[in-house]
């Protein structure tokens, strides 16, 4: 409906040159009950342009012909041109007509070419985006003219999301100063940030620093940074949420310090794929405290020797862990599980077993069977991904005595995996569970075909 309305319009502001739809289409078309741009407050632009194009597929051969987009292209069946400039036209028209977007999300695979979403060239695009509380720019087309247009109109944006900062913007100067120009910036994402733009991104935060919660770097290159998240900490001390997700190597001397708390209301930190000295891990773990919920280091290597301990001694509010811990550490979830009494979701991982698992198979037992007893009750996810093995009977025993209604179990077996799922069988049935979903198998190698993969899911029974 709303293509239709604007048809003979776009046509119009495009060229005058060119005869708009026939008089006889548009008087077909009726008049809208009310003007929707007007009551609409965001968009996705690459949505519009999916949308837009599934309403052209269906448009008949003579209805096209109408329209005279072969005016603007020597290929008269270029499809692509057509929907392009039927999407330009239609933001261009939402945007003269509505009187504030607060949503705003751009192109998403470097599909629709700058010249079809320079907000910069659109009537009215000012005071329409004056207002702009969220914004994400996705792809890695040029993206200057955008940062340079809403750095001038906006200052109210709460939340960014960015998928790389774009290639004419070589040093994020201009990204830059569309954070720096915000007054209540409270959620910044980034993906793909390089060496060059990133320091200039780092110091533009600084100025969120009793604003921003929510921060999230994702494959970032962080090696002409100078300890990025030193700076974080000393200046944005209210962060919430903070990850750091496949980001390399990040070099950090972090201290505890008492006239600049580090991250004081920390609830969720995530450094998957991301390595950090241990000493500014545990400074974070101690300054975080009660407040830490979320703990996600899955990928960082096991150089902490006492990682698990840390996060017992410190944060025992914490109700969800994935770490990465070998066999020789197993020993730490002592002090976890007697420490963390609201503990909800449990994932290690680390290597397989070696081929000389058969030689410590009773310890790798008996390492289960200590902590049956003192496992949370509010655990509800248990995976152990690690070089320990356990077999049928350890299992039988530590699921008998275990006081958590876990929803979800996952480990190394030892021995026929059908045997396990028998004794899974088992406790389903005594606890009033059904198994929702199973996964189950033993490794094909010669020497590791002892050991197997399980993985289930419970849900109560209806």
Known sequence: MAVNEISSQILNEINPNVTPISSTVVEK???????????????????????????????????????KFDRFSKNVGDSEYCKLILTRELVKYIVSRSPTIDYLALDAERKIPLDYWSFSRFPGARNCLSYLR????????????????LAQWCNSIESMTLYEIGDDDPKAEALSSLIQGQRRLCKFILWGGTSNQLPQIIHALTFHGFGLKYLEFRFCNFEQ???????IAMSCTEITTLKFIQCGDLQSNITPNLLNPIFPDLEVLDLQGTQIPSEALETIFKCANIDLRKINIEK?????????????????????IKARLTK???????????????????????????????????????????????????????????????????????LRDCHADLNRLEFISYGSVWQHLNVIKKYAKRRGLKIKEQVAGNYSELLMRELGHIIVEFENLE
């Open 29 to 67: 078309v009726p008049t809208p009950t009310f003007d929707y741009a007007e009551f609409l407050r965001g968009f996705d632009y690459y949505d519009v342009y999916q949308a837009i194009g599934i309403w052209y597929a269906y448009q008949t051969c003579d209805k096209k012909q109408l329209m």
């Open 328 to 398: 020789d550490k197993m020993t730490q979830l002592s002090k976890l599980f007697q420490s963390c009494i609201n503990l909800e979701s449990l994932t290690l991982y680390g290597p397989l077993p070696d081929r000389l698992y058969i030689f410590t198979q009773d310890a790798s037992d008996d390492l289960l069977v200590n902590l049956r007893e003192i496992v949370p009750a509010t655990l509800k996810e248990l995976a152990l991904k690690t070089d320990c093995a356990f077999t049928a009977s350890a299992i039988e025993i530590f």
């Open 225 to 231: 940074c100078q300890q990025p998240l030193d700076t």
């Open 134 to 149: 969220t914004f994400v720019c996705r792809g890695s087309s040029n993206k200057l003219d955008v940062y340079t247009s």
């Open 300 to 320: 960082t290597e096991s150089r902490h020797s006492r990682i698990i301990e840390s996060i017992a001694n410190n944060c025992t509010n914490v109700t969800k």
